[in-house]
Nanobody, 128 residues
């Protein structure tokens, strides 16, 4: 059974940085080939819908970012470690949310309905 586990969340002051990680485990090579799946980060603030933040294709050829984070966040992946990262710089209070890792087949999508696997999330709080 595929499991995605996020880590790296916490409390940070405005202007600070955090690096989130999401590691996939619990699968066999025939069930889930990490390097083939598109990995995405979503976030959900209290009272708001879950929104797409960034995604990266299997070979890291394509990366997409929401306008609100473009230029501040960087997504990357290490297929040998089955891990995707989200480097978040110049954090703002409006970045506060639970950040979720998700995986889907083939290409990036900003729709939560298109994701095949989800992690349970990690909380990011940006506050002074």
């Amino acid at each position: 059974q595929v499991q995605l586990v996020e880590s790296g969340g916490g409390l940070v002051q405005p202007g600070g940085s955090l690096r989130l990680a999401c590691t996939a485990s619990g699968f066999t090579g025939s069930e889930f080939i990490f390097g083939v799946y598109v990995m995405s980060w979503f976030r959900q603030a209290p009272g708001k819908d879950r929104e797409a933040v960034s995604c990266i294709t299997g070979g890291s050829i394509v990366t997409n970012y929401a306008d609100s984070v473009n230029g501040r966040f960087t997504i990357s992946r290490d297929n040998a470690e089955n891990t995707v990262y989200l480097q978040m710089n110049n954090l703002k209070p409006e970045d506060s949310a639970v950040y979720y890792c998700a995986a889907r087949w083939l290409y990036c999508s900003s729709s939560t309905k298109d994701m095949n696997y989800w992690g349970k999330g990690t909380l990011v709080t940006v506050s002074s």
